[in-house]
């Protein structure tokens, strides 16, 4: 079962800064901001950075786009994927177990409007398909660290328990 955090928003922003200095949970040199916001009052709650999928929307300097997010069912997405609690909402998925297209359809297929791929080791993960697998894919796509996987995860459950993160 998919875990619903309906009082935190996810928000991905492509920034323009080039040579951006991140920390280690962040990926070096990254474009996709992955900014969590309370839907109660939409403070910030954290914010991460990521690599931008080869596939998918095409997100560019401009592009704004916010989601409710939830954790894939299964967490790694390969295969059949529990439908997404709200409709276009941003999975929080598991590197492995299936290429990066397969995981990208089976979210799409179950309504999810992004995949937010977190690696299953410390750095960060260039994504890539074949145009033939990867063709017709709209989600938003961006890939994230280990531990920016493990902090959402955190983040998500701690909202969910009715805590403040």
């Known amino acids: 079962m998919a875990v619903v955090v309906p009082r935190a928003l996810l928000a991905l922003l492509l920034l323009s800064v080039s040579g951006l200095v991140a920390a ?3 990926c ?15 403070t910030p709650l954290d914010a991460f950075y990521g690599y931008p999928g080869p596939f998918g929307m095409a997100l560019n300097d401009t592009a704004t786009e916010q989601y ?18 709200t ?60 531990e920016t996987g493990a902090l959402l995860q955190q983040l998500l459950a701690e909202h969910a328990a009715g805590g403040s993160a």
């Open 28 to 42: 070096y040199g990254a474009v996709v901001e992955v900014t969590v916001l309370s839907d109660d009052d939409s």
């Open 87 to 146: 409709p276009g909402a941003a999975a929080v998925v598991a590197r492995g177990n299936c290429s990066f297209a397969d995981k990208a359809w089976a979210l799409q297929r179950a309504g999810y409007g992004a995949m937010l791929l977190f690696n299953n080791e410390e750095e960060c993960v260039l994504m890539s398909a074949n145009r033939t697998e990867a063709q017709g894919l709209t989600l938003a796509v961006a890939s994230l660290t280990q």
């Open 68 to 85: 409710p997010v939830a954790v894939a069912d299964p967490v790694n997405a390969c295969g059949k994927v529990a439908q997404a609690p």
């Open 24 to 26: 280690q949970r962040d």
